[in-house]
Nanobody
Framework: VQLQASGGGLVQAGGSLRLSCAAS????????MGWFRQAPGKERESVAS????????YYADSVKGRFTISRDNARNTVSLQMNSLKPEDTAVYYC????????????WGQGTQVTVSS
């Protein structure tokens, strides 16, 4: 699986961005998908994920109520709608894929920079 993330950019606090991740291959609906982020000097953290079946999602406490993850299996894409952005959301965001019976994310996109100015 190859992943290509896009949609990052510079936005003012309170603004919105929508990240997209396009996946190659014909078995996209067999992979759970996740968004992670890594800020300078900090460890990578999980932001949101969606199960391969699309019936379950997870959000980090820091983004609950502001971010929404969704997937379109027909288009092999997963998106992260980010609203009410805060300066602390500034990071490189990565999408990742995990085989539905797997225990770890095995495939990673290249990352897209999100910068939120105060």
């Amino acid at each position: 699986v190859q992943l290509q993330a896009s949609g990052g950019g510079l936005v003012q606090a309170g603004g919105s961005l929508r990240l997209s991740c396009a996946a190659s291959g014909r078995t996209f609906n067999s992979y759970s998908m996740g968004w992670f982020r890594q800020a300078p000097g900090k460890e990578r953290e999980s932001v949101a994920s969606i199960r391969w079946s699309g019936d379950s999602t997870y959000y980090a406490d820091s983004v609950k109520g502001r971010f929404t993850i969704s997937r379109d299996n027909a288009r092999n894409t997963v998106s992260l709608q980010m609203n009410s952005l805060k300066p602390e959301d500034t990071a490189v965001y990565y999408c990742a894929a995990k085989w539905r019976f797997g225990v770890a994310y095995d495939y990673w996109g290249q990352g897209t920079q999100v910068t939120v100015s105060s």
